[in-house]
């Protein structure tokens, strides 16, 4: 049964940076399609980044410029950089792959799958 497995959460100051990892565990699975998403406590999950299999990125308004969404094929492994790290993005992070990517001419949506990770808390500090 394959698991996804995410790390590097923590607690930051704001303004630094922290950069989660993702990567399938239990199976074979080449991670393509990928996506992190974030919750608050109150909140819904919501999209933060997403990767298509060509390594097309997409990002959520509010991470534009700060984060960084790849693919390290050779380790099978997602990752998300994400860096001027504000007190906002405190939230629960969470990987999932093999998502549905539907196509357009200058962007792409990302529904998710049923594979989710066990979430990975992210804390920043003013």
């Known amino acids: 049964q394959v698991q996804l497995v995410e790390s590097g959460g923590g607690l930051v100051q704001a303004g630094g940076s922290l950069r989660l990892s993702c990567a399938p565990s239990g199976s074979i699975f080449r991670l393509n399609a990928a996506a992190w998403y974030r919750q608050s406590p109150g909140k819904q999950r919501e999209l933060v980044a997403a990767l298509t299999s060509a390594k097309r990125t997409n990002y959520a308004d509010s991470v534009k410029g700060r984060f960084t969404i790849s693919r390290d094929n050779a380790n099978n492994t997602v990752y998300l950089q994400m860096n001027s790290l504000k007190p906002e993005d405190t939230a629960v992070y969470y990987c999932?792959?093999?998502?549905?990517?539907?196509?357009?001419?200058?962007?792409?949506?990302?529904?998710?799958?049923?594979?989710w990770g066990q979430g990975t808390q992210v804390t920043v500090s003013a």
């Open positions: 999932n792959a093999g998502g549905q990517i539907i196509n357009y001419i200058n962007t792409f949506t990302y529904n998710p799958s049923a594979l």
